[in-house]
Every structure is written in structure tokens, then in C-alpha cells.
């Protein structure tokens, strides 16, 4: 059984940064498309970035310039690197595995991430 653990989550101020971390178990991923979601109280869940097995990667043009994704596939860890955090990053993050080209089908229980003013 695939399982995908988020951590790093926490409360930090506008400007700070915050390093997330996805540990994956069941499967070795490194062939796999991986990604991170959030969802923001009262709003539906949200494309944050991803990164292909070949080291291509996209992200939502709200956190462009500001979060990095990153993985270790010897570890089964991805990263998100978030700096200049601002108060509307504030969510649920999730870590999210593609393990079939056609979408994500295992999801980790999310961390939260709060940023104040």
C-alpha cells in the first residue's frame, strides 16, 4: 500500500519560509510525476506545483518565483520550498503521487501551513 506522509508544516510571519517535506513508503517512486495541492478554509483544493521523474516542472502561477519543488528518489522524499510566504499561502498542504500518467491517485493527509500578517 502506497503512503505519502506530509511534515514541516507550522505558523510563521509574512516573509519567513518553510521547507515541506513528503516521505512516500509502499513503492519505489522515481519513475513517478509527484506533487503538492493545498486547500484554504471555504475553498476547493488547488494545483500547487509538480515535478516529473525527468526534473521538469510547472507551478501555479500564485507561487511562481517564490516555491521551489524538489525530490530525492534514492530517499522517496519530495520537498517544497516555500520563502517570501504571504497570508494567502495560508492551507492545507498535501503531497500527491501519479503513479499511473492519468492523474493522482494516492494522497498524503496534508500539514498546515498558516502565514500571519
Known amino acids: 500500500q502506497v503512503q ?4 514541516g508544516g507550522g505558523l510563521v510571519q509574512a516573509g519567513d519560509s518553510l521547507r515541506l517535506s513528503c516521505a512516500a513508503s509502499g513503492r519505489a517512486f522515481s519513475n513517478y510525476r509527484m506533487g503538492w495541492f493545498r486547500q484554504a478554509p471555504g475553498k476547493e483544493r ?3 506545483a509538480h515535478r516529473w521523474s525527468a526534473g521538469s516542472t510547472a507551478y501555479a502561477d500564485s507561487v511562481k518565483g517564490r516555491f521551489t519543488i ?5 530517499k522517496n522524499m519530495v520537498y517544497l520550498q516555500m520563502n517570501s510566504l504571504k497570508p494567502e499561502d495560508t492551507a492545507i498542504y498535501y503531497c500527491a503521487i501519479d503513479t ?5 491517485d494516492y494522497w498524503g493527509q496534508g500539514t498546515q501551513v498558516t502565514v500571519s500578517s
Open 100 to 104: 499511473t500518467a492519468g492523474g493522482y
Open 46 to 48: 488547488e494545483f500547487v
Open 4 to 7: 505519502l506522509t506530509e511534515s
Open 70 to 74: 524538489s525530490r530525492d528518489n534514492a
